[in-house]
């Protein structure tokens, strides 16, 4: 069994609870994620079982500041050691201390961009080969200067609602890799001056998938013979890529891990390679990676250079 099942997360199952029960499922050891969801979070979880696992470090395109989206909660008043509604409460607000809208929809729309954000305490961030929150639950701190600021970048930030009752506003964000939505909200209540956690969280695209494209845990459960139906193609995630298109004699070459250097404009069966010409979101200068095909069989992934096709990584089916 080899592709990709998005899964709608529930809330209370960690990111490798998701794993651990496909593993039981299906039978197939070979099963991972791209990205992990809070224990708390629901929503999108892009896992990629069997070879498929090969793809992973594929499955956004880098430097991309809309890889993910996100619709969060946000309560004002209070301030926790996760930075969630979930935490040890660290700081309680009056009742009273409730933002205007106006203040929070301008406060929010200052996260838009490149931003800068300290990795929270309690996240799988790993320092000397330990993950944060280990250190947290310990009750221990990393060493020193070992945490560090990260430049990470935010697509769109948009208030949708406040509930001043509640003492909430939900919002949406499109983000790139490495954003931590809660740390948003904890930044934002200081920045407000009256404290914010993060009190839900639902990821609705990841990878190419969106919410609808999901299924539910619960399913599976009832049904397991649904999962193969659910499951995406391998090279789905890759569409970001370019689509490089191999003849049956470069395609053999590329298999065995041979540059390809093709010959002719691409008629008459030859192979057609393109390189892309957008630079990435930031203006860096980005590996130049495509998907390879011969046919509709997809072949692995490949890096463009200068007219020829560098083998990246060689996809086999079992």
């Known amino acids: 069994m ?25 039978g197939v050891r070979r099963i991972g994620h791209s990205g992990t969801l809070d224990p708390m979070a629901t929503g999108v979880l892009a896992v ?15 430097d991309d500041p809309s890889a993910k989206a996100y619709r969060c909660h946000m309560r004002f008043g209070i301030e926790t ?31 838009s961009g490149g931003i800068i954000q300290l990795p929270p305490a309690y996240s799988a961030v790993k320092i ?55 740390t948003i909200c904890a930044d934002a209540g ?10 839900a969280l639902v990821r609705t695209r990841s990878d190419g998938f969106s919410f609808e494209d999901c299924v539910s845990i619960e399913r599976l459960e009832a049904d397991p013979a ?25 395609a053999a070459r590329f298999m065995n891990g041979i540059t390809v250097v093709p010959e002719g404009d691409g008629s008459c069966g030859a192979s057609r390679l393109r390189e892309p010409q ?23 992934v490949g890096i463009l250079k200068k007219g020829c096709l560098i083998p990246h990584k060689v996809y086999r089916e079992d």
């Open 81 to 111: 050691d996760t930075q969630d509604i979930w935490g040890e409460t660290l700081r309680a607000a009056p009742l009273s201390a409730m933002p205007e809208e106006s203040e929070i929809a301008r406060t929010l729309a200052g996260f």
């Open 226 to 250: 649904l999962l193969e139906a659910a499951l995406f193609p391998p090279d789905y995630a890759l569409g970001w890529m370019p689509r490089a298109e191999l003849s049956a004699a470069d």
């Open 48 to 62: 990629y079982i069997g070879r498929a696992t090969r793809l992973i470090e594929y499955a956004q395109a880098p």
């Open 190 to 199: 200081r920045l407000l001056g009256c404290g914010a956690v993060m009190s």
């Open 128 to 182: 000397q080969g330990r993950k944060l929150y280990e250190y947290a639950r310990k009750g221990t701190a990393p060493p020193e200067g070992a945490v560090r600021e990260r430049r990470v970048s935010v697509n769109r930030i948009v208030l949708l609602s406040v509930n001043a009752a509640a003492r909430e506003a939900v919002f949406e964000i499109e983000c790139g890799k490495g954003v931590y939505v809660r």
């Open 278 to 300: 957008e630079p990435s979101p930031s203006g860096a200068t980005v590996t130049a990676y495509c998907r390879v095909y011969t046919g509709e069989a997809f072949l692995g």
């Open 2 to 26: 080899n592709g990709i099942l998005p899964v709608n997360k529930p809330q209370g199952m960690t990111s490798h609870d998701v794993i651990s029960f496909l593993r039981r499922l299906t």
